[in-house]
């Protein structure tokens, strides 16, 4: 270090330097925490009364599901379903049930997002993960690009359909589930807020909380009692997925296998045949 | 030509036996497509949570043997060896079919097909599904021109030697460029060239962002990666030599035709290269097979090959019927230049492909979705079973007529 004329202080505050450039810097990313809403669920209040279904099937005009009754069995999402509330056991405790609050977590970088070749989905500012429905050719693509699986086909009208986080109510009236909860399972607020609250439950249970960091951070948070995985539910890697960076060098290695075959082929069409 | 359309259009039992049976799908194609249109698209979906099934492996497995026909003829074209220059028309011309059809197959499947027109208004360049479409789009375009070249002169003589609605018709496709000497020929070869060149770049381009559209799938671990575009390229071009093979010898032997000694060296040739091509594609599948028995989060997939749901088509199918009776049976027939043998063996690795797409397909989604639930049976609904018919149906149909009414014949140079 003395060689090159930096000391060890003056590297580590040039560091910090750097470091505090790059987040100052990053004016998109703070404006975008600023005003980012999230939909929190505290799964050690919910009583499983469905009621969250219900207001989200009047808001949204869906209509029912044969399988959709009021009784513990498992209900599935669905293009005209994009709530469910399902009663989970804990593989680690059989006696612990716990209802899960399931629909889309709106992620910060959306997966299906990124995969739709008609640009139907988008991310709001304020945090909705939105299908326009009217723009989707119902490839399915988005489906097989969630890693929760969420964004479900809807047969009669042909497109994909998922929770919209009530886009058309919020930041003024509540999510229509939300509005709907009668123990204050749910929640909704600015993510910021949401993450301290979340983060204070899941402190006081010992739990665990679901869309910190799954999908690369989501804008629904979930407090759970035990790990996802012990539930039953879908576990997501804790970074963004299907990154576009990721995607170029997938598809760059399909390139470059091209180029290669095209080389082959010359390689071969020289090699003889009486040209 | 005059002589040899006549001779062709004369009508045999074979011909009405085998037009009523391709009829009769086509029939069963329409009464699959009316349920889907009618009832629900839901029809064409064995399980609600598998969306991607017969339709999508059908149309993984038409447009990959496109792509692999359009390389199997650009040896003649593009890279000028003259031997595969004979089957130039008939390649470009199955090339052109089979990612017609293709086409057709996934059109059926999206919910709403008319408003692919968004691809191009509000264009996702990150999404693999949007790169596909837009060099599938340059693709069909340069091959019909590339085609279009190859049998203008055909064409022409036909429109110049006859009369009426024939002449009207045959006219038509040559639009208005009637003329059969040795220089327009050269030129149309020109053209041929450059178009097969771009059709080339985009086949390839799209084909490998086809691989791609399963290969960014982070979330499907049994997709994901490098691994399929890679792989679709090659499966690409063994499929190209299958149908060139089968093609040829089934048409040669119902038109009751004997092969030129030409073409019987070039059938044999791409023998060689097929049985090369195979072997190869083999050693993938095992790399495959072995990589995603260790790897954690592509185990359990790869276990439903070995020892699951998807065991049985996967060790019959795949690689009895579809790999390793036809590198048997290709190398018996070359070392007996016997040509029945060798259309049997492409035609067992075609059917093993077709399988070994939809087992692709349908595996690749059962986890991690299935972790906590038992694995559904994964046998394809019955009007997708249908639906499917009615295109190989159709496809067989414009192939029959088309060795009828249009050039496909192989060229001298």
Known sequence: MADSGVTRRQFLGGLAAASAAVTIGDVDAADAAVTRYAKLVDTTKCIGCKRCMSACKRWNKLKLDRSEELTDRETTLSGHTWVVVNLKRDIRNNEDLTYIHWACQHCDRPACAGVCPASA????????????????????????????????????????????????????????????????????????????KAKLKVEAINGYLLGEHEAGGTDMLTVLKTRPEDLGLTVAPKKIVNQPSDKVRISFSGFAGAAVLAGALYLYARSGGDR | MLNNILYKTERSHFFYIWMS?????????????????????????????????????????????????????????????????????????????????????????????????????????TSA???????????????????????????????????????????????????????AVE???????????????????????????????????????????????????????????????????????????????????????????????????????????????????????????????????????????????????????????????????????FFMRYDFVVGGQIYPLFNNKPVPPVFPSLMEVFVIAGIFGGLFLVYTLAVKFLPLDEESH
Not at chain 1, 134 to 162: L, N
Not at chain 2, 144 to 154: C, D, N, T
Request: a positive charge; proline letters at 4%.
């Open chain 2, 129 to 183: 599904i949007w790169g596909m479409s837009f060099f599938y789009t340059f693709y069909i375009l340069f091959i019909m021109i590339e085609y279009w070249f190859l049998a203008r002169a055909e064409l022409a003589r036909t429109a110049n030697t006859s009369t009426g609605w024939k002449q009207a018709i045959y006219g038509l496709m040559t639009l208005g460029l009637r003329d059969e000497s040795r220089e």
């Open chain 2, 187 to 353: 030129k149309d070869h020109k053209f041929a060239r450059r178009a097969g060149i771009a059709a080339l770049f985009a086949g390839l381009s799209a084909h490998s962002t086809l691989g791609a559209i399963f290969g960014h799938s982070e979330s499907m671990p049994y997709w994901y990666g490098a691994y399929y575009p890679i792989y679709f390229l090659l499966s690409a071009t063994f499929s190209g030599f299958a149908w060139m093979i089968a093609a040829l010898v089934i048409t040669y032997r119902l038109e009751r035709k004997e092969m030129s000694p030409e073409l019987k060296r070039l059938v044999l040739e791409m023998g060689r290269v097929f049985v090369i091509l195979l072997v190869v594609g083999m050693l993938f599948t095992l790399y495959k097979i072995i990589s995603g028995f260790f790897h954690p989060a592509k185990a359990k997939t790869v276990m439903l090959f070995l020892d699951g749901r998807l065991s049985l088509p996967f060790y019959i199918l795949e690689t009895a019927i579809g790999t390793v009776i036809p590198i048997l049976l290709v190398l018996y027939s070359l070392s007996r230049e016997w040509m029945t043998g060798l259309m049997i063996a492409s035609i067992m690795a075609l059917v093993g492909l």
């Open chain 1, 121 to 196: 989905i988008e991310k709001y500012p304020e945090g909705p993960v939105v299908v326009n429905e009217k723009k989707c050719v119902g490839c399915r693509y988005c489906y097989q690009a969630c890693p929760y699986k969420i964004p479900r086909f809807d047969f009669e009208k042909r497109a994909t359909r998922k929770c919209t986080m009530c886009y058309d109510r919020i930041p003024k009236i509540k999510p229509a589930c939300v509005a709907a909860c009668p123990v204050q399972a749910l929640d909704f607020g600015r993510r910021t807020d949401m993450l301290i």
């Open chain 2, 21 to 125: 049976f391709l009829a009769a799908l086509g029939l069963l194609g329409a009464y699959g497509l009316a349920s889907s249109f009618f009832l629900s698209l839901e029809v064409l979906e064995f399980h609600v949570d598998i969306p991607w099934a017969m339709m999508i492996s059908t149309y993984v497995f038409l447009v990959v043997s496109s792509t692999g026909l359009c390389i199997v003829t650009s040896l003649g074209h593009v890279f000028g060896r003259r031997d595969y220059g004979l089957i130039g028309r008939r390649g470009v011309f199955l090339a052109i079919i089979t990612i017609v059809f293709g086409m057709t197959t996934i059109t059926l499947h999206l919910g709403h097909p008319e408003r692919s027109f968004f691809f191009y208004l509000t264009p996702n360049v």
